[in-house]
T-cell receptor, first 112, second 114 residues
Framework: ELKVEQNPLFLSMQEGKNYTIYCNYS?????LYWYRQDPGKSLESLFV?????AVKQEGRLMASLDTKARLSTLHITAAVHDLSATYFC????????????FGKGTMLLVSP | NAGVTQTPKFRVLKTGQSMTLLCAQD?????MYWYRQDPGMGLRLIHY???????AKGEVPDGYNVSRLKKQNFLLGLESAAPSQTSVYFC?????????????FGPGTRLTVL
């Protein structure tokens, strides 16, 4: 059974600071996704990581994947208030029909 | 192009009542999914479909039934609602072709069972 663990589950940080969210998963997979969810809203796709060593960046967010360690990171650089949201990682099985297993989410609060 | 839509947006049921949630997508996607989201639990897969006329169980299928009679629609039914089914329900869809990469989510249905 695939298990996905995120940490931390809650992160309060000041604007301008850097931080990293971690996503560990328990079995071999070739697809890892990062989503953002604003309160009361749906999920917005941020990154899709499909191979070992993959790194993707969008603005102040950068995601990376290490399939050997079964670890993905979401790095936040110089945080701003607009990044406040809940971030989920999700892992898909190798092959199959893209059924995703989600982590519990990291609630990020960026304050001035 | 509306993407993934869900009907209704909100609903309150009494224990034992039944209802159907409708998910529709206009992207001609083969795969469709129903998830539930509970506080502190992330999203959990209820049922999914890999094509018209096919359905399969996910992680938490008990108490739910689904149907995919048309490619663009995926219905989630609760035959006898229970308070434990109070949740936010999200539908998602995905293409099955070589560009398959990310699931597109609907806006969600907030269901309360009293």
């Amino acid at each position: 059974e695939l298990k996905v663990e995120q940490n931390p589950l809650f992160l309060s940080m000041q604007e301008g600071k850097n931080y990293t969210i971690y996503c560990n998963y328990s079995t071999t997979s070739d697809r890892l996704y990062w989503y953002r969810q604003d309160p009361g809203k749906s999920l917005e796709s941020l990154f899709v990581l499909l191979s070992n060593g993959a790194v993707k960046q969008e603005g102040r967010l950068m995601a990376s994947l290490d399939t050997k360690a079964r670890l993905s990171t979401l790095h936040i650089t110089a945080a701003v208030h607009d990044l406040s949201a809940t971030y989920f990682c999700a892992v898909g099985p190798r092959g199959g029909y893209s059924t995703l297993t989600f982590g519990k989410g990291t609630m990020l609060l960026v304050s001035p | 192009n509306a993407g993934v839509t869900q009907t209704p947006k909100f609903r309150v049921l009494k224990t034992g009542q039944s209802m159907t949630l409708l998910c529709a997508q206009d992207m001609n996607h083969e795969y469709m999914y129903w998830y539930r989201q509970d506080p502190g639990m992330g999203l959990r897969l209820i049922h999914y479909s890999v094509g018209e006329g096919t359905t399969a169980k996910g992680e938490v299928p008990d108490g739910y039934n689904v149907s995919r009679l048309k490619k663009q629609n995926f219905l989630l039914g609760l035959e006898s609602a229970a308070p434990s089914q109070t949740s936010v329900y999200f539908c998602a869809s995905l293409t099955s072709g070589p560009t398959r990469d990310t699931q597109y989510f609907g806006p969600g249905t907030r269901l309360t069972v009293l």
